[in-house]
């Protein structure tokens, strides 16, 4: 029966090693305490053996009347250690995924002529309704291709349709950014994809919107912390 526990344990350390190989050297020093640790306990628990004998006779004789007797509290104390460290790397994982959005990494997600620039201290007429209103975004008119493609890597937020701002998809790339596509005649996704930076998520054509007198383009918006921004600060226009 102790043989079994050691080899349960020995069992679930190699499985641990396993998983760890591809971590940093941090994650090894770490891994090494661990197993230190785990040595001194298992040293401790073999050196008295009429304690285990001791036990074994308790075992025998209860094994009918408590059947958790037979439960190492060791294997388990291990087992313990092993995912409370597993899930501190996962959350180190995640920290460092959520602090790898670099904006000036953002792609041009059409290219062609900026026909109107982003604003917000100024107002800009809008010949199809008639209205001076301020622009939170930046239109591109299309050069070669009228698809669409994602600005960074992220999840498909929304897909709405309406008469003003034609077909329109939000992307949501975590770090509080956001990247907002509009005047598309089609999308290619659907709410709860996954996109990769450059993936196509639609095209644009002739659309009835507020901005339709400008003909073919796109309607781009970046949202960080909840705010617009322009997105030219970030992209250049090759």
């Known amino acids: 029966m ?119 201290n100024d107002l800009v007429y809008y010949e199809a309704i008639g209205e001076w209103r301020v622009h939170n975004g930046v239109d591109i008119k299309p050069k070669d291709t009228l698809m669409i493609e994602s600005a960074f890597a992220g999840t498909v937020e929304a897909v709405n349709n309406s008469e003003i701002t034609g077909t329109e998809v939000i992307i949501d790339h975590g770090n509080n950014v956001k990247t907002l596509y509009n005047n598309l005649v089609s999308s290619t996704v659907a709410v709860g994809d996954s996109v990769k930076q450059g993936q196509t998520i639609g095209n644009v054509g002739k659309t009835v919107s507020v901005e339709s007198a400008d003909g073919a383009h796109l309607h781009f918006e970046l949202i960080v912390d909840g705010k617009n921004v322009n997105p030219m600060d970030y992209i250049t226009v090759q």
């Open 2 to 120: 102790k043989n079994n526990r050691f080899k349960n344990a020995q069992a679930k350390m190699k499985n641990f090693f396993i998983r760890l190989k591809n971590r940093d050297t941090s994650f090894f020093i770490i891994a090494l305490c661990i197993v230190l640790l785990s040595t001194a306990i298992i040293w401790r628990y073999t050196s008295n053996p009429n304690s285990d004998k001791g036990n074994d006779l308790a075992e025998n004789e209860t094994e009918d009347e408590n059947i958790g007797a037979n439960v190492d509290p060791y294997e388990d104390y291990i087992e313990g250690v092993i995912e409370d460290y597993e899930n501190a790397g996962n959350d180190k994982d995640d920290e460092q995924e959520a602090k790898s959005l670099d904006l000036k990494t953002m792609k041009l997600p059409l290219a062609g002529e900026i026909i109107r620039e982003f604003t917000l």
